[in-house]
């Protein structure tokens, strides 16, 4: 029996999960993914240390592999995840210097600057990306400004994906949909931009070889096959950029269909023939990105969204987390019921859900959150139901957006991520946007479609639609509850108020705790 695996590096955790060739999990393994802050001087500088990231790699390979019969049974493994986040590495291979997390707020003054002086909409026309200070020009532009003698010393730049494919197999490349995040790629001739290199004075030397999605790396390292249990044979295929890796395994490769992946942030996707880099797509705050499905592009609206949930269980929850522990029952579960316990509307609670910046339509990274509408009447279930309202009416900012960009109405959508899992949360979606959620019966959608593509890439499949018709199976609807919605309408318009609202408040802030 032939086994494909996808290894997914998550914000939250590193996954690597072996499957059947009808989609099915035949095996998986995890460890968390460690954000470091080493920085006394800096605190809120954050990184992700590359050898922490390779072991818990290693390790969850180890781990799924164990749970098989035969690891022998794997033909092809493609790596997916973040984008943005690059390192510097010699010719030797070796890095040097840490992972800036997408989290690190030190690079806004060269987005500031550089953005500036080559302007946003030119950036965006050029590269599809709105101006945002984790983009990996900006990273570049910081260690050269900061560390000269690392990129002096620098052969090239690998993308988090990219790194580990080099430590599986000793090849060095990038796909389109990698090369997107970066904001110096050429989207209409998927080549690096000349034209942006030049106004960031960087050598297209500094970056690999961009390569369709699908493309054979090579086999696994006698090195890596040693240290993570693969066996050479298995073959290491280019995969991409998280989103559009789930993208292909929920079917979003085509018009037809819009894919919203809720898990750390939340990304609304729809596939295009063409990159759609006018006008009306960079006022509404959305991203033109090459997928990995063979000469499609994606069109991206993006926010953050499950971190604050997240921060919500860590911060507020801790009753629920204890109660959950002594129960032996999810701790998102109790979350759940105590959300439904409390009326539409969280007894006029809101929440600005902008933990890490505002994303579509807004592209604001000095926005912060908060709670409004604090009564003695706010109980626990009113907070917690009032964050996910609050993740909805954002969900519907974007999809706003969106259908604004491109000019079309979105009836059908197709959600996955974590956040798909938690039915109230999906039906609330339904309700606030009117529209009717699908929800796959895949098990992790991004690692599927990472193994997906190394499947596609080996010939296992003919292509994307074989590959999606093989493994694709619907676990619920949630069809909106229109009298919700009317009520929703009217509070998304006090939701609406949060943003410009807060946005002085939130500059000063930012001036005085965060610069």
Not at 320 to 341: P, T
Request: glycine share 8%.
């Amino acid at each position: 029996m032939d086994l494909l695996l996808g290894i997914d590096i998550g914000s939250t955790s590193i996954k690597a999960n072996v499957y059947e060739l009808e989609g099915k999990l035949a095996a998986g393994g995890s460890r968390p993914t460690v954000l470091s802050h080493p920085y006394k001087d800096h605190p809120a500088w954050s990184v992700w240390e590359p050898d922490i990231i390779w072991k818990a790699v290693k390790d969850s390979i180890k781990e799924a592999l164990d749970k098989l019969e035969s690891k022998s049974e794997i033909r092809s493994v493609s790596v997916t995840g973040f984008g943005m986040d690059g390192i510097p590495v010699n010719k030797s291979g070796k890095w040097l210097y840490p992972f800036i997390s997408w989290h690190c707020p030190r690079t806004e003054e060269q987005c500031s600057r550089w953005s500036g002086e080559v302007g946003p909409d030119n950036i965006f026309s050029i590269s599809g990306k709105q101006v945002m200070p984790m983009d990996t020009v900006y990273r570049i532009l910081w260690i050269k400004e900061n560390h000269p003698e690392i990129l002096e010393k620098t052969f090239k730049w690998l993308l988090i994906e990219d790194y580990i494919n080099y430590l599986l197999c000793g090849e060095i490349a990038t796909d389109y949909s990698m090369a997107s995040s970066t904001s110096l790629f050429d989207q209409k001739n998927r080549i690096w931009s000349t034209e942006l290199l030049d106004r960031a004075k960087l050598d297209t030397s500094l970056f690999p070889e961009p390569f369709p999605a699908g493309t054979v790396l090579g086999n696994i390292s006698s090195k890596a096959g040693k240290e993570t249990g693969l066996p050479t044979t298995v073959k290491v295929v280019l995969g991409g950029h998280d989103y559009h890796c789930a993208a292909l395994a929920v079917g979003a490769f085509v018009p037809e269909t819009v894919m919203s992946i809720n898990g750390t942030w939340e990304m609304i996707l729809q596939s295009s023939t063409l990159p759609m880099l006018g006008k009306k797509v960079f006022e509404n705050g959305i991203n033109v990105e090459s997928h990995i499905a063979k000469n499609m592009y994606n069109i991206v609206a993006y926010a953050v969204s499950g971190l604050m949930y997240e921060w919500l269980n860590k911060t507020i929850c801790i009753e629920e987390q204890l109660e959950g522990e002594n129960n032996n029952i999810s701790v998102w579960k109790i979350l759940e019921e105590k959300a439904v316990s409390a009326p539409i509307g969280s007894n006029g609670v809101f929440f600005a859900p902008y933990f890490s910046g505002a994303g579509s339509p807004y592209v604001d990274n000095r926005a912060a959150g908060a709670f409004a509408g604090l009564t003695i009447n706010a109980d626990k279930g009113s907070l917690i139901r009032s964050v996910i309202e609050a993740l909805n009416y954002q969900f519907r900012d974007m999809l706003t957006a969106f259908e604004s960009a491109t000019g079309s109405s979105v009836e059908r959508i197709v959600a996955t991520g974590g956040a798909a899992k938690n039915k109230f949360w999906t039906q609330n979606k339904a309700d606030i946007t009117g529209k009717l959620i699908e929800v796959p019966a895949i098990e992790e959608a991004t690692t599927l479609g990472a193994a997906l593509v190394s499947g596609i890439g080996i010939g296992i499949y003919k292509g994307e639609k074989e590959a999606y018709q093989k493994t694709y199976h619907i676990s619920y609807i949630c069809e909106p509850d229109m009298n919700n919605k009317a009520l929703y309408d009217d509070y998304y318009q006090i939701y609406k108020n949060l943003y410009p609202d807060l946005k002085n408040i939130n500059n000063n802030i930012y001036e005085r705790f965060r610069k």
